[in-house]
């Protein structure tokens, strides 16, 4: 069956958490761009409180993104979590914080030349940007204000693809996010896992790495059942975590592919969807 065929993914209702339970056997992992924060870096009020009422019960929530670590801690900062875990660099790398900082418990890197040297044969001007962990990008020219975390440092590309990376960003900012699958099917590209963004670009993570599995390594961690896992999300980097969760709810807003590979919809990130999925839980 055409995916134009398939029935609408069906609105999030609270029966579809009402088998499971506030607290340390639960856990919630949550996007953050367009899930947690408005499009334009907003956190509601209502969003903070609900977050804040999911961690005070004991639950095991765990920030899951596309985001670099540099770009991930000050979100943490602003939701005042103290304790617990984020996938980072969509599951390349996942760090544990506390009160006192943190620390990256999980690196998973790979030889970033053979796919960007493809790409580049392809479209040859985009912008290409290697996470440089902890500091920011190394990038081949500046990208848009605002768009990345951390310092970006303009270096030639083969110092770009001279050391292994956790992430690869392409962008190419007049492009749209079809161009950027075209330019994948065309290219041939294989040997990474990849996802484009709701803003065209780019993701290039090691192979069979993703936010499922990042956030799978942090499930085993605290000894949570498969089946009490509720994860929320917006963009084509969470299919993976989609397929992976007990509950998986899309926030309205996420294109077609993406609301597919999920459970349920809720609803606008404009309008607090992340709420109605987090005040469903029952304690």
């Known amino acids: 069956m055409s995916l134009a065929a398939q029935p609408p993914t069906p609105a999030f209702t609270p029966d579809a958490v009402a088998h499971l339970r506030l607290g340390p056997d639960l856990l919630v992992g949550l996007d953050i761009d367009g899930t947690i924060l408005g499009l334009d870096g907003s956190l509601s009020g209502r969003v903070q409180r609900s977050i804040t009422r999911v961690v005070e019960s004991g639950t095991r929530l765990v920030l899951a993104t596309g985001r670099s670590l540099v770009a991930v801690m000050p979100v943490v900062e602003q939701l005042g979590l103290t304790r617990g875990f984020a996938v980072c660099s969509n599951g390349a790398v996942t760090v544990e914080f506390d009160e006192h900082g943190h620390e990256m418990v999980d690196v998973v890197t790979f030889d970033p030349g053979p796919a960007l040297r493809l ?21 081949t020219r500046p990208f848009p204000d605002g768009e990345l975390g951390g310092e970006q440092q303009v270096v030639p590309f083969d110092e770009l693809v001279s050391a292994p990376a956790t992430r690869v960003t392409l962008r190419a900012p007049e492009w749209s996010a079809q161009e950027f699958h075209d330019l994948v099917a065309r290219s041939g590209l294989h040997g990474v896992s990849y996802a484009v963004g709701w803003s065209a670009w780019l993701d290039l993570t090691p ?46 807003g ?24 987090l005040d469903a839980l029952p304690r």
């Open 254 to 277: 996420a294109d077609e592919v993406t609301r597919a590979a999920a459970d349920h919809v809720t609803g606008p990130v404009e309008l607090d969807g992340l709420v109605t999925v």
């Open 207 to 252: 192979d069979g790495i993703s936010k499922a599995s990042g956030l799978d390594a942090v499930r085993q961690r605290y000894g949570v059942p498969q089946e009490h896992t509720v994860v929320v999300g917006d963009g084509q980097n969470d299919i993976e975590m989609f397929g992976w969760a007990g509950v998986a709810v899309a926030m309205d």
């Open 119 to 139: 790409l580049r044969e392809h479209a040859p001007d985009v912008i290409v940007a290697v996470e440089d962990l902890g500091r920011g990008f190394k990038v």
